[in-house]
């Protein structure tokens, strides 16, 4: 619907969102669409009476979305997609294509990007002084990365450690994006030069950041006795790749100056050595380069090494001593265990000498049960001789019918019985003259019959 108020036309806020003008004393739409069908009802007296429009098919379609160029170089093919929103009213592909980057990729790296990674190497390298066990990050590609994603979007890292090639630990080291290097728990190893070289395409290449790295160690990197020689490591030798001003070398020991190599070039002094050590010796000794101008103003300073080194006085460092404690240690704990066993096998002789002699006394013992029971058996065998009479042969016993019973395993003969002495018997009272006559006068007595047996 539209108003009119104070001589002007508003738009009331529709569903449409449609602009109207007034063109020729009727409102017309001010972009028209052929999808739109509209009828003008007619003016009266200058009046408006009113615009109607039919409901347009509303689209399930998003918006596309920007055109994505896989290359930058060389000739590729861009994309853009868009989504269906409502079912059913989505009509048309979801992916449109065409041609991109056609332009030649350049020969090698192009000047542009040489200078502004030489520019980067100069200003944006650091030295980092740390203690052992801290995080670290370092950058690659830095403010430049713009540039080379422009041109190279399959560039990847390679990092280099003392002019070598470093090959990331699983646990303590990783190489984000193919770009940074995280170190996480810093070890005195990690000491030196660390450079990074971007690889642009197979064949081209191209160094963008420059870092040096000394971390302070909380145990003796090296230990020796009193008189011997030692030599440390200064990793200066790589700086000389990116830096081709003066550098002047320089050794701290304690945070005081011990020596500085001015008229020598960091290849020619690669590390310090000591010929004859001392206790005094003993400390922190510290590595550094500095850069000088020609106007010999110093422009910056790396440290590149950390060395903790430990002197022994009397001929022996701590290390050798401790050895020499876990040796006497060892003798100690040999020594009590071999008593030990000598103690072991001489109580178990003497416990099977004890039970030997117990041994042979149960067998003595039953050896003599033994004879004492064959005696005793052949003494019952003789008696049971006399009282049977001669010249008779035993009666045959009859068969029995009864069914045969399984024998019984002869029981042990248990320990001989003593035997009873022998009663004395009362001698027999004599008997008078008078008695033996009165028994002849005396008549026998009558045997009485036995009595009848029961049926």
């Given at each position: ?439 002849a006068s005396k008549k026998p007595a009558a045997k009485r019959p036995p009595p009848p047996k029961k049926r």
């Open positions: 619907m539209i108003r009119r108020r104070k001589g002007r036309f508003n738009t009331v806020p529709s569903r449409y969102g449609l602009l109207l003008d007034w063109r020729n004393e009727r409102f017309i739409p001010k972009h028209l669409s052929p999808k739109y069908s509209y009828r003008y009802p007619g003016i009266s007296n200058g009046r408006w009476k009113g615009i109607y429009f039919q409901k347009r098919a509303i689209s399930g379609w998003s918006k596309w979305s920007r055109w994505d160029c896989p290359v930058t170089c060389g000739g590729g093919v861009a994309q853009r997609r868009r989504a269906c929103i409502r079912r059913g009213s989505c009509e048309g592909p979801r992916t449109e294509t065409k041609k991109c980057a056609e332009n030649p990729c350049p020969k090698g790296a192009p000047q542009q990007l040489i200078d502004a990674a030489k520019k980067q190497i100069r200003s944006d390298t650091e030295s980092h002084q740390l203690v052992k066990g801290e995080d670290l990050t370092l950058n690659c590609q830095g403010k430049i990365k713009t540039l080379i994603q422009y041109d190279f979007r399959k560039a990847k890292a390679i990092w280099h450690h003392n002019q070598e090639t470093f090959h990331p630990e699983k646990e303590r080291t990783s190489v984000q994006d193919s770009l940074n290097l995280h170190i996480w728990r810093t070890l005195s190893k990690d000491n030196g030069v660390w450079a990074c070289e971007v690889m642009l395409d197979p064949r081209t290449s191209l160094y963008t950041a420059v870092y040096t790295i000394a971390v302070e160690n909380d145990i003796p990197d090296i230990e020796v006795k009193s008189g011997d020689s030692f030599s440390m490591p200064c990793n200066n030798v790589a700086l000389t790749m990116f830096f081709h001003n003066t550098l002047v070398t320089e050794w701290y020991h304690n945070t005081s100056l011990y020596e500085k190599y001015e008229d020598s070039k960091p290849t020619e002094v690669p590390e310090l050595t000591i010929k004859t050590s001392s206790p005094d010796d003993s400390g922190i000794w510290l590595c550094k380069v500095v850069e000088f101008s020609k106007k010999k103003k110093k422009i910056r300073e790396w440290a590149t090494n950390v060395v903790r080194v430990s002197v022994s006085e009397f001929g022996g460092g701590d290390n050798e001593n401790s050895n020499l404690v876990l040796g006497i240690i060892v003798l100690v704990l040999t020594s009590i265990v071999v008593i030990g066993i000598g103690v072991y096998y001489y109580l178990r002789k003497k416990r099977k000498g004890k039970t030997s002699d117990v041994e042979r006394g149960k067998i003595r013992e039953k050896e003599i049960t033994k004879s004492k029971t064959k005696i005793a058996k052949a003494k019952k065998k003789e008696a049971s001789k006399k009282k049977s009479p001669k010249g008779k042969d035993k009666k045959k016993s009859p068969k029995s019918t009864e069914p045969l019973k399984k024998k019984e395993p002869p029981k042990r003969p248990g320990p001989p019985k003593k035997k009873e002495p022998p009663k004395r018997q009362k001698p027999a009272p004599k008997k008078s003259p008078k008695s033996e006559k009165a028994g």
